[in-house]
């Protein structure tokens, strides 16, 4: 079965930093591009973050440019999102997607494993 499972998210203060964790398991992420998406409450997911198969090539939403990184372990089957400087409008839900065809796109329709989503609250 194939699985991705997030973990780090929690509540912080603006200003302050979070990890995120995506794990596979059941299949080799090292083959899929893999992208965090988020939900705000009421409002459509949206992509965040994107990296490549690879690791090679990484995007960002302007949203979040210059506060966020991806990166992956592939020798640990997991990619994380390092997210600094947090803004309570980065209060969301998080799901990690993984694509196997490194499209490197957000089309949701593109990704066939998804997460379960862990919750981000940024507040004072």
């Known amino acids: 079965q194939l699985q991705l499972v997030e973990s780090g998210g929690g509540l912080v203060q603006p200003g302050g930093s979070l990890r995120l964790s995506c794990a596979a398991s059941?299949?080799?992420?090292?083959?899929?591009?893999v992208a965090w998406f988020r939900q705000a409450p009421g409002k459509e997911r949206e992509g965040v973050s994107c990296?490549?198969?690879?690791?090679?090539?990484?995007n960002y939403a302007d949203s979040v440019k210059g506060r966020f990184t991806i990166s992956r372990d592939n020798a640990k089957n997991t990619v994380y999102l390092q997210m600094n400087s947090l803004k309570p409008e980065d209060t969301a839900v998080y799901y990690c997607?993984?694509?196997?065809?490194?499209?490197?796109?957000?089309?949701?329709?593109?990704?066939?494993?998804w997460g379960q989503g862990t919750l981000v609250t940024v507040s004072s």
């Open positions: 990296i490549s198969s690879s690791g090679d090539s990484r």
């Open positions: 997607a993984a694509d196997p065809y490194d499209r490197g796109s957000y089309e949701e329709r593109y990704f066939e494993v």
């Open positions: 059941g299949f080799t992420l090292g083959y899929y591009a």
